[in-house]
C-alpha cells in the first residue's frame, strides 16, 4: 500500500509539472534544462511552474504534517494554473485524509496593483501587467477535474488577500504557502492567517529571492519576535517550521 501511495504521489507530481512531455515556456525560457527543473521559467502547459525543487518540498511537508499529526488544513495563497494545490490534495487522496482540506485563496485575474501608500515597498511593481499569471477560476476548477480531485475538500477564495484572508480566520492550519510575489500580498497573508497555523506546522514561500516578499518575511518576523530557522529549498524557496504559538 505505501509503495503504490509513493508512486501515485510521484506521478501525480510529475504530471503537474509536465516533466514527462515537451513544454515549450510562455516566458524566461532558455535551452537550459535545469531551468525548468529549477522553476525558473513560466511553462506553457505545466499546471504549475515551481519547479522540481519546490515540489518535492510540497510533498515532504505535507507527508510531515500527516504523519507528524499537525492539525488543520492546507492553504495555498497565489495559485496560478492550480498545480500546487493538486498536488496537496492528491496527497490527502494517497493518505485516504477526510477530514482536512485544501484551501485555494487567488483573485483568479493576475496580481494587484501596488498599494503604494500602505505597502511603499511594493512601489513601482509591474507584476499586475503579466497577463499569463492571470487564470480564471473556472479553468483551475477544471483542472482539478481532470485529475478527479475536485470536490467538497477543495476550497475556492476568490479575491484579493486583504479581503479574503480575513473571513477564514476561524480555520486551523498544518500548511500555508505563500506564492503572492509583493509585500502586500505575503503580509496580507501573514497577518491575517498565521496565528491560525498549528505549532509544528509549516510556512513555505515561494518568492523569497524577490526583494518584496522577502521583506515582507524579514518584516513580519521581526515583528512577531519569530526566530525558527528558515530552511532554504532551492533559489527562491524557503520554509520553517513554527514552534510556538507566538
Not at 513560466?42 to 510533498?59: D, L, T
Not at 476568490?158 to 506564492?179: C, H, N, Q, V, Y
Request: proline residues 4%; aromatic residues 10%.
Amino acid at each position: 500500500m505505501r509503495e503504490l501511495r509513493e508512486k501515485y504521489i510521484d506521478l501525480l507530481m510529475k504530471t503537474i509539472l509536465c516533466s514527462m512531455y515537451p513544454d515549450p515556456a510562455l516566458a524566461y525560457g532558455s535551452d537550459d534544462e535545469n531551468q525548468r527543473k529549477e522553476g525558473r521559467d513560466w511553462p506553457g502547459m505545466a499546471h504549475s511552474m515551481i519547479g522540481q525543487y519546490r515540489a518535492k518540498n510540497i510533498v515532504a511537508l505535507c507527508k510531515r504534517a500527516i504523519e507528524e499529526e499537525v492539525p488543520g488544513n492546507f492553504l495555498e495563497a497565489g495559485v496560478w494554473r492550480g498545480g500546487t494545490c493538486i498536488l496537496m490534495r492528491g496527497i490527502l487522496e494517497a493518505y485516504q485524509i477526510t477530514d482536512r482540506k485544501v484551501f485555494c485563496a487567488d483573485s483568479f485575474e493576475g496580481l494587484p496593483a501596488p498599494d503604494e501608500i500602505k505597502y511603499p515597498r511594493d512601489t513601482g511593481d509591474i507584476l499586475h501587467t503579466f497577463e499569463q499569471l492571470a487564470v480564471s477560476l473556472e479553468t483551475v476548477q477544471e483542472n482539478f477535474k481532470k485529475y478527479d480531485l475536485f470536490d467538497d475538500q477543495t476550497v475556492f477564495l476568490e479575491g484579493w488577500f486583504k479581503d479574503t484572508m480575513p473571513t477564514i480566520s476561524d480555520e486551523t492550519f498544518a500548511i500555508i504557502r505563500l506564492d503572492g510575489d509583493m509585500y502586500g500580498s505575503t503580509m496580507d497573508v501573514l497577518v491575517n492567517v498565521y496565528d491560525r497555523v498549528s505549532k509544528g506546522g509549516f510556512i513555505i514561500v515561494d518568492d523569497y529571492a524577490l526583494p518584496t516578499c522577502k521583506a515582507a518575511i524579514e518584516d513580519f518576523r521581526e515583528q512577531r519576535n519569530i526566530s525558527d530557522e528558515i530552511h532554504k529549498i532551492d533559489w527562491t524557496g524557503i520554509w520553517w517550521q513554527k514552534t510556538n504559538n507566538v
